[in-house]
C-alpha cells in the first residue's frame, strides 16, 4: 500500500527562498531512496510563512527507511535553519489514486 507523508514547516520570516532551496536539495537525494515515488512542495496561496512537501512511498517501510538513512547523512548539520520550531509530520495510506500527467 502506498504511503503518503505530509510534512509541514513554518519558516522565519525572509527565509521562504533558503527554506524552498534547503528542501529541493534534500529532495534530490530523496528521489534516489528505495520505494521513493514522488515528491511535491506546496506553499500556502496566502503568502503565509509555510511549507509543506508531500511524498509518496511504495510503502510505510521505505519512507522509515529513507529517514533513517537521512538521519544518518545530517546533511544539514551545523547550519541555521530557516524553520521555525518541529515540523509536524502526518502519514497516511493511500487508498485511492487518480492523475493525469502530461496535460
Known amino acids: 500500500m ?20 534547503r528542501i529541493d536539495s534534500n ?4 528521489a534516489e531512496a528505495e520505494g521513493f515515488i514522488s515528491r511535491i512542495i506546496v ?3 496566502d503568502g503565509s510563512n ?3 512537501t508531500v511524498t509518496q ?11 533513517e538513512e537521512n538521519r544518518k547523512s545530517n546533511v544539514h548539520a551545523g ?13 497516511y495510506d493511500c487508498v485511492s489514486l487518480r492523475t493525469k500527467l502530461g496535460d
Do not use: C
Open 2 to 21: 502506498v504511503t503518503v507523508v505530509i510534512v509541514s514547516h513554518e519558516i522565519q520570516s525572509g527565509r521562504m527562498e533558503e527554506a524552498k532551496a
Open 27 to 30: 529532495g534530490a537525494r530523496m
Open 43 to 45: 506553499v500556502p496561496r
Open 50 to 52: 509555510f511549507l509543506s
Open 57 to 67: 512511498w511504495r510503502g510505510f517501510a521505505d519512507y522509515t527507511n529513507w529517514q
Open 79 to 91: 547550519t541555521e535553519s530557516p524553520y521555525v520550531g518541529s515540523p509536524n509530520t502526518q502519514i
